[in-house]
């Protein structure tokens, strides 16, 4: 079941037609949400970037397809992330909820599925 589920969000991110005009070439879409958790496809086009928000709940990361962004933290510091296309991180470090955008610094747009755990 986890695999048809992955497939299935994995299809739609890699053959939705997302708006990029006024978001700076970053698109989330909630594809599912529940009492338990929130799903949400994160694309990010080279040189796009997400608004600047505190990611409060644990997560679950799996890169659709890999490449390279930056996390800006309010302070102006930086960390980059690769995520290779496959990669599944869970995120519950206290840098990873601090208020922060991330910016695709890489060449190829970034596909993220992200598990909120509720």
């Known amino acids: 079941m986890k695999k048809l589920l992955t497939l299935i969000i994995s299809t739609l991110a890699l053959n939705s037609n997302f708006?990029?005009?006024?978001?700076?070439?970053?698109?989330?879409?909630?594809?599912?949400?529940?009492?338990?958790?929130?799903?949400v496809l994160a694309t990010i086009?080279?040189?796009?970037?997400?608004?600047?928000?505190?990611r409060e709940l644990d997560r679950i990361v799996?890169?659709?397809?890999?490449?390279?962004i930056q996390r800006i933290y309010e302070d102006g510091n930086t960390?980059?992330?690769?995520?290779?296309?496959?990669?599944?991180?869970?995120?519950?470090?206290?840098?990873?909820?601090?208020?922060?955008?991330?910016?695709?610094i890489g060449k190829s747009t970034v596909i993220l599925q992200v598990t909120f755990l509720k």
């Open 19 to 39: 708006a990029f005009a006024d978001n700076k070439g970053y698109e989330q879409k909630t594809v599912m949400e529940n009492e338990r958790v929130r799903i």
């Open 45 to 54: 086009k080279p040189g796009g970037e997400s608004p600047s928000v505190t």
């Open 62 to 68: 799996y890169a659709v397809k890999g490449g390279a």
């Open 79 to 104: 960390t980059p992330v690769n995520y290779k296309t496959g990669d599944v991180v869970f995120s519950n470090k206290p840098e990873d909820k601090q208020k922060y955008a991330v910016k695709n």
